[in-house]
Every structure is written in structure tokens, then in C-alpha cells.
């Protein structure tokens, strides 16, 4: 007799047999015996998880000679024919290769006639979605209200491709992928039946290259068995499986932990002589760190499925003794890096260069730490005696681990406050807008010029704007003189709107309003302009060479975003 491979050997013949699908054969169970079974039914779900073996089961559970019941006997001639599938009611198509109109009609002309010997002519059609567009609507009036004697069981691995009509006439049962301790524990079993001892980290290597999937998962068994001769290592199966040993996950972890890059470099050197692909290499690592970060943040049991226990002892063991900031700062460099390496021509020198970058990071304090070093430096009375203020805005998350921390600097108090203000004619970044027109008179009120600016603004804010970087430098009784820059557009635009802003001038101040001009018609600053602006910089360079900033700077590792003069 041929040898049967595991998958047909040990098919399940019912639905208590079926593994971890329950949702699914309790349902059916309980339609039997409650006499409420749809006369079409829709399997969906990755591949190898019990699709057309539920099928099956459920055509010999309403042709079984006691039935319909929710266990067929498997001892009667329906339920034995079924099962050495030649069972002349029970018709089994596939539906890529039976996928035309002619042949759908076929089938809706025989279905006329009565089953043989059993009590339901049942139609079982794997790879449903593989029908011609044509086909399903031939299908459509006889799927909806089919003889009494028949029934229409489908199974597809993409439900998505099939019409709405059809699905809109079929019941629906949605298999998921079947979680590995399942399989690793039906494979255990298996493996006792056929004589065999496979180790628990073997077993789980095997259900965890398979995807979910048990046909796979025995698949592979069978491939264990057959190359083993019945003794099997560890290092043997995951070599033969050609899976990346979880042992060198572990080993780079703890290397980049450690930060030992030479141990790093030796770990990628054996991947790469040992022949295995680089590519898939890094997305095991990237997943290998998320899995690390999982443990961290003690994520629940079902994120971590694919763990044996040692391996989530293992793992625990790893982080134990890390800050989240360090584990999250490395997963981040991994993961930008992802797309870098999928698509480099040398995934090597990219794999290593990214753990170059990952061994120059700085691994960050918790922030109660980091806080706690500010408090101290504030208190220090040497600093405390410096002219300038640090301000620091931190936000907590739940565990206090993580936060954002903003740091603005602020000009030293002893700098003359004429030398500060803003050039109008320089950029708007080269000092705070909030500064630009604010002045204000010796009553407290808002300064003429500025009323003038905001005025114009109501009514033209273009105009106002540009008004608003120039510079007032005189006033008499009579006249309001502002200065600008010759061939500049705000220049042209104040000279082009000049009625609207005399109006408002006389109308708010009482004064003319008189525009001068620079000297140098080539676009040259006011002397006093360029020279303010000079004194910003210089004061900016101040700033950043303040002890209290360059301590704060370094406590953070960070850097200066922003210097706003005042």
C-alpha cells in the first residue's frame, strides 16, 4: 500500500477531532441537532485550517445512516464512502478547473434527480472564488431555492472574490489561523502515535514556520521524520526547516545590549556564511526587538503566541534590567531602517551599518532621574547667580518612563533693552514677532505708530504687515518719520497704498505720515538696523555658550530648538 503522508493519515473524521476551529463545530453541531443546517454554506480562512474537512465531516454527519447527527458513526456505507471519497452523493469540484458557465449549467441539470442511497445529494466545492463571473450567476437562482435533496458546501481562502449575491445566499463560517500551542500539542500527539520523540522546542520551531496552518505544520513533520530516521536535534530541524535560529536572535540582542559590536559583526558574518538570506534575517530581528519591547511594556500572552515559555523566560531575562526609552530608542532605528535594507544591493554592509548607528546611541535616563539632576542644578547658587532662566515643560505618561521635554531660553537680563529691539528691515525671524510694533507710550497707551499699523491692518492687512517692518525713527508734533529700504516690494507696496495710510494717520494720530528712504538704493540696511541685528546674534552666541544652557544640554542630550530675545 503507498505511504499516506500525516495530513490524509490522520484527517479528522469529526468534528471533536477538528483542531482549534471549535466557533465553527460547535455551530454546526448544534444546527444538526436542532434540525436548523442552511442548505448552503460558506467556509472561509487561510489555507490548512480545516476548510473542506469540516466539509466532509459535515456531509457524513447528514447522509451518516443514524443521521442527521452531530457525530456520523464513520461505520456505516455512507459515512466509509465519504471518507475514502467515492462517495457517488457526495460530489467534491474544484473550482479552478470547473470554473465555466457550461459546466455550472451541467451541475444544475443533475441536480434534478435523487441521491443514489443516501438522504441529501451534497456538493462540495473547494476554491469557490476561482468561478467565472458567468458561472456564479447561473448559479444564483438554483443556490437560492435548490431541490429539497440538496446541499451546497463551499469552501475559499478569499471570500473577498466572491459576488455579494452568492454571499449574500450561503451561511457563513470564518475559520482563523489555529494558534500555535494547539498545533504544537497536536503534533506531540501525532508524534507518539507514529513511534516518534520530537522535543518541545522542535515541535514549536515546526508549528511556528507554519504559519497557522496544520496542513503546513504536518507537512513538515513528515519532512522531519523522513530526513531524522527517528533521532532528532534541535540544531538539525531548524537547519532543515531553513528557519533563523531563535538562539542568534537572542545572542544579537544581548550583543546590542551590551553594546559589544564586535560580537555583532561575528553574529551577521555566520548569517551570511551559513547562506541564509540577510533580508529576512533583519525582519526577524526587527520582530525579535518588538517582541522585547512586548515584554517590556508586559503586553498580554496572546502577542507573544508564538513563545514557547522558556523563550518568554528567556526574553523577560533580556529586559529585565533595561529602560523602555533604550529598547524603544534601538526598535526605532531597526524599524526606519526596515525599507533601507529590503531594497539595498549590499543587505550586508546595510545590516551593519545600522548596528553601527544603533552602538552611537546614548541610552536615555528615566525622566524622574533626568528631573531630579535639574532640580539639583537649579538649586546650585553659583548658577542661580547667572543671568538667564532654563524652563522645562514635561509631560508624564502612565509609567513616567517617557516624556517631552521642552527647554526655551531666554536673553540675559543685563543687556540694554535698546539694543534688543527687533529690525524692522531684517527678517521676522531674526526676532520675535510679538516684539516688532509693540511699543507703547508714556501714558500706557498704545504708541501712534502702532495705531496706525493695527488701524491699517482692519482695512488692508497686507499693507499692515508691511508697515509693520519698518521702523518709526522720528516724531514731531506734525509728522510721524519712518524709515525703509529703497527697490524692496514692501517698500512698493506702502508707496502704492500711500492715500490709505496718510488717511488713517491723520485720522488716529493727527500727524502726516513721511516715508524716508536709505541712502544706498541698491537694497542696503539702515546702519542702525544692521547694526541691531548684528547685536542679536551676538547676544544669541551668548546664550548658547551659557553654562546653565550647555549643562541643561548636556543632562538632556538634546539640543536648542529655539532662543527667543525679549
Given amino acids: 500500500m503507498a505511504y499516506l503522508v500525516l495530513a490524509r493519515k490522520y484527517r479528522p473524521q469529526t468534528f471533536e477531532e477538528v483542531v482549534g476551529q471549535s466557533h465553527v463545530t460547535r455551530t454546526l453541531a448544534n444546527a444538526i441537532q436542532s434540525d436548523r443546517v442552511a442548505h448552503a454554506i460558506l467556509f472561509s480562512g487561510p489555507r490548512g485550517t480545516g476548510k473542506t474537512t469540516i466539509a466532509r465531516i459535515l456531509a457524513k454527519a447528514m447522509n451518516c445512516k443514524s443521521g442527521p447527527v452531530p457525530i456520523p458513526c464513520n461505520t456505516c456505507r455512507s459515512c466509509q464512502d465519504i471518507t475514502a471519497g467515492r462517495g457517488v452523493d457526495v460530489f467534491e469540484i474544484d473550482g479552478a478547473s470547473n470554473n465555466s458557465v457550461d459546466q455550472v449549467r451541467e451541475l444544475r441539470d443533475n441536480i434534478r434527480y435523487m441521491p443514489a442511497h443516501s438522504r441529501f445529494k451534497i456538493y462540495i466545492i473547494d476554491e469557490v472564488h476561482m468561478l467565472s463571473i458567468a458561472a456564479f450567476n447561473a448559479l444564483l437562482k438554483t443556490l437560492e431555492e435548490p431541490p429539497a435533496h440538496v446541499m451546497f458546501l463551499f469552501a475559499t481562502t478569499e471570500a473577498h472574490k466572491i459576488p455579494i449575491t452568492i454571499l449574500s445566499r450561503c451561511q457563513r463560517h470564518d475559520l482563523k489561523r489555529i494558534d500555535l500551542s494547539s498545533i504544537s500539542a497536536h503534533l506531540d500527539s501525532l508524534c507518539k502515535m507514529e513511534g516518534v520523540c520530537l522535543s518541545a522546542d522542535n515541535l514549536w520551531a515546526i508549528s511556528r514556520e507554519s504559519g497557522g496552518s496544520l496542513r503546513d505544520a504536518l507537512s513538515l513533520?513528515?519532512?522531519?521524520?523522513?530526513?531524522?530516521?527517528?533521532?532528532?536535534?534541535?540544531?538539525?530541524?531548524?537547519?532543515?526547516?531553513?528557519?533563523?535560529?531563535?538562539?542568534?536572535?537572542?545572542?544579537?540582542?544581548?550583543?546590542?545590549?551590551?553594546?559589544?559590536?564586535?560580537?555583532?559583526?561575528?553574529?551577521?558574518?555566520?548569517?551570511?556564511?551559513?547562506?541564509?538570506?540577510?533580508?529576512?534575517?533583519?525582519?526577524?530581528?526587527?520582530?525579535?526587538?518588538?517582541?522585547?519591547?512586548?515584554?517590556?511594556?508586559?503586553?498580554?500572552?496572546?502577542?507573544?503566541?508564538?513563545?514557547?515559555?522558556?523563550?518568554?523566560?528567556?526574553?523577560?531575562?533580556?529586559?529585565?534590567?533595561?529602560?523602555?526609552?533604550f529598547i524603544d530608542q534601538v526598535y526605532n532605528v531597526l524599524f526606519d531602517a526596515e525599507t533601507t535594507v529590503r531594497q539595498a544591493s549590499q543587505p550586508r554592509l546595510t545590516i551593519e551599518m545600522v548596528f553601527f548607528k544603533i552602538h552611537q546611541i546614548t541610552p536615555a535616563l528615566p525622566i524622574d532621574l533626568l528631573i531630579e539632576k535639574m532640580d539639583h542644578l537649579l538649586k546650585d547658587p553659583n548658577l542661580n547667580a547667572a543671568s538667564g532662566i532654563v524652563e522645562m515643560q514635561s509631560a508624564y505618561g502612565d509609567d513616567r518612563e517617557t516624556s517631552n521635554v521642552k527647554i526655551k531660553i531666554e536673553g540675559p537680563t543685563d543687556v540694554d533693552p535698546s539694543e534688543t529691539g527687533p529690525s524692522p528691515l531684517a527678517s521676522p525671524s531674526a526676532a520675535d514677532s510679538t516684539v516688532t510694533g509693540a511699543s507703547v507710550d508714556g501714558e500706557g497707551d498704545m504708541a501712534p505708530w502702532q495705531r496706525v499699523i493695527d488701524a491699517v491692518s482692519k482695512t488692508k492687512p497686507s499693507v499692515g504687515t508691511a508697515l509693520s517692518r519698518m521702523q518709526q525713527i522720528g516724531e514731531t508734533e506734525e509728522t510721524i518719520r519712518v524709515g525703509a529700504v529703497d527697490n524692496d516690494y514692501t517698500t512698493k507696496l506702502v508707496k502704492k497704498n500711500l492715500p490709505l495710510i496718510e488717511s488713517v494717520c491723520r485720522e488716529h494720530t493727527g500727524k502726516a505720515f513721511r516715508l524716508e528712504m536709505s541712502v544706498d538704493g541698491s537694497g542696503t540696511r539702515l546702519d542702525h538696523a544692521g547694526s541691531a541685528k548684528k547685536r542679536v546674534e551676538k547676544m544669541e552666541r551668548r546664550l548658547l555658550n551659557h553654562p546653565l544652557v550647555a549643562d541643561a544640554v548636556d543632562i538632556f542630550s538634546g539640543k536648542i530648538d529655539e532662543i527667543k530675545i525679549k
Fill in 221 to 325: 513533520l513528515d519532512q522531519v521524520l523522513a530526513c531524522s530516521g527517528g533521532q532528532v536535534e534541535d540544531d538539525y530541524v531548524t537547519g532543515l526547516l531553513g528557519a533563523m535560529d531563535r538562539n542568534v536572535l537572542f545572542d544579537i540582542s544581548e550583543a546590542t545590549f551590551a553594546r559589544n559590536i564586535p560580537r555583532i559583526l561575528s553574529i551577521i558574518d555566520d548569517v551570511f556564511k551559513n547562506g541564509k538570506d540577510l533580508k529576512r534575517f533583519f525582519g526577524d530581528v526587527l520582530l525579535h526587538f518588538r517582541h522585547l519591547m512586548l515584554i517590556k511594556v508586559k503586553a498580554g500572552a496572546e502577542l507573544l503566541s508564538d513563545f514557547s515559555p522558556k523563550e518568554v523566560e528567556r526574553l523577560e531575562g533580556q529586559v529585565r534590567d533595561l529602560p523602555l526609552s
